[in-house]
Structures are given as structure tokens and as C-alpha cells.
């Protein structure tokens, strides 16, 4: 059982970044060359046959893309290519970890503020000749009345 995203998986899906980076840009090629050639219909039939060529690669580029990312993120079972809960769950464990972590963080941010809280509340300072708890502060002891 890993505990960690393998090196497969990470690949996969910084090469699906990659190729929706590459899709976009071939998506947006289509409208900056459809500006710049705005008015030109010299060879409107190649721009237009060119254009429809790079929009629709850069879409399926886009799809591709976006599913191998998530296939690499997440594992087959994790991102439901394959129906088998046992194997998403041991694949999206470091993601469940990572909520687990985020949880604890918080926890230890919300108990630490009421821990320190309730740290102050708690320090008496024993008087020296009766042994009495008095409060942090107080200047005199209340049982014997001295100096502290
Ligand atoms: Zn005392």
C-alpha cells in the first residue's frame, strides 16, 4: 500500500497540464490569427480549414489533458475510470490525509488559543510561610496576610 502519489501518477499529471496548456494555447491561436488576418480573405478557405483544425485539436487537447490531470491526481479508481472503492480509497488516501492534516492544523490552532487561555486562569503562586494558593497577581496572601 503506498502512502504516497507515485511517480506514474505525477507524471501523468504534469503531463496533463502540459497538453491543456497546449491545447489552450492552440484554442487561442485560432482568435489572435483571426484578428491579425481580420479583412484578409486571400486564402480564406486554408484559414478557415487551419483554424477549425486548431480549435477542435485544442479542445480535445483540453479534454485529454484535463483527464489524464485528474487520472494522475487522483489514480484510475480515485477519479472513477475504474469502479473499485477499496483501491480509490487507498489511492485518494493522501488526499484524505492532507483534509485529515488540514483538520488537525486547525484544531491545534483552536486549542493552543484555549490551552494558553486556560493556562492563565490556572497559575497560583503557594505562599511561602502557610502553603495557601493565591492568585498570579495578588500582592499579599490571603490566608496569612503576607507579603508574597
Ligand atoms: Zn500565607
Not at 489533458?65 to 473499485?84: E, K, Y
Not at 487507498?90 to 483552536?110: F, H, N, Q, T, W
Request: glycine share 14%; proline share 1%.
Amino acid at each position: 500500500m503506498s502512502k504516497q502519489i507515485s511517480s506514474e501518477r505525477k507524471t501523468a499529471f504534469y503531463l496533463g497540464g502540459i497538453l491543456m496548456v497546449i491545447g489552450g494555447i492552440s484554442f487561442l491561436s485560432v482568435f489572435v490569427t483571426g484578428i491579425m488576418n481580420f479583412g484578409d480573405f486571400s486564402n480564406f478557405e486554408g484559414q478557415a480549414r487551419s483554424s477549425m483544425a486548431r480549435a477542435f485539436g485544442g479542445m480535445i487537447l483540453l479534454i485529454i489533458g484535463g483527464i489524464v490531470r485528474g487520472v494522475g491526481a487522483r489514480g484510475l479508481a480515485g477519479s472513477g475510470v475504474l469502479l473499485d472503492p477499496e483501491q480509490a480509497r487507498d489511492e485518494l488516501e493522501p488526499y484524505s490525509r492532507m483534509a485529515g492534516g488540514m483538520v488537525k492544523d486547525a484544531l491545534d490552532e483552536v486549542d493552543l488559543n484555549f490551552g494558553s487561555a486556560a493556562a492563565e486562569k490556572v497559575i497560583m503562586i503557594r505562599c511561602r510561610a502557610c502553603g495557601k494558593l493565591n492568585e498570579e497577581d495578588s500582592k499579599f496572601c490571603q490566608e496569612c496576610g503576607k507579603g508574597i
